[in-house]
């Protein structure tokens, strides 16, 4: 596997090794020693699965409050997205700066999303899947969000506000300037 920290450090992306004959491919998807050493020593405690049908289809940007906070390691197993981390760490020099990669069943990239970041989703194709790990079980009185188009966050979403397919929750996120203090860098 390949571990590449990106313009914010704290958010890797990571690159698995497919080894693929005339049947098909193999590949390790996670592997805790080699995510321990490269990433930190994180116990996922729940995965997670969803399919998106429309393209345009946009989830989050969530988070989870401490002591529920989650950190999330992202990998998409049919279709396409784009997947976004956004830093909310109150004091961090990278506060409010996202980053934004391609997820794809091709690609077969994986994004850590470390606690403190608000994540969230745009699916590019039809029925796109994507599945996470998870460091802490969901908790609905810990649950937060942050509005996805807020424009300071400055975000280039493939979807216009008028066509996005959004929950109703997902509508009415306060934005970044609104939000206060949800963790500390």
């Known amino acids: ?23 098909g491919y193999f590949m390790e998807t996670f592997r805790h020693s080699l995510f321990a050493e490269h990433v930190g020593d994180y116990n996922f405690v729940q995965d997670n699965q969803s399919l998106s049908a429309e393209v345009g289809t946009v989830r989050g940007l969530h988070f989870q409050l401490d002591p529920k906070a989650q950190g999330k390691l992202v990998r998409c197993i049919a279709g396409a997205l784009l997947d976004i981390a956004v830093d909310i760490r109150t004091g961090s020099p990278t ?10 069943a091709e690609n077969d990239r994986q994004l850590w999303v470390p606690p403190g970041f608000a994540h969230g989703f745009c699916t590019l194709v ?7 790990k998870v460091t802490n079980y969901y908790s609905a009185e810990h649950d937060r969000g942050l509005l996805w188009n807020d424009p300071a966050l400055g975000i280039r979403w493939p979807v216009d506000a008028e066509k996005a397919a959004l929950s109703d929750k997902d509508r009415k996120q306060p934005q970044l300037s609104e939000l206060g203090t949800a963790f500390t860098y």
């Open 126 to 132: 039809p029925n796109t899947e994507i599945s996470y």
């Open 95 to 104: 506060y409010g700066r996202h980053i934004a990669v391609e997820l794809t």
């Open 1 to 23: 596997m390949n571990f590449e920290k990106l313009d914010i450090p704290d958010v890797i992306l990571i690159e698995p090794k497919k080894f693929g004959d005339s049947r």
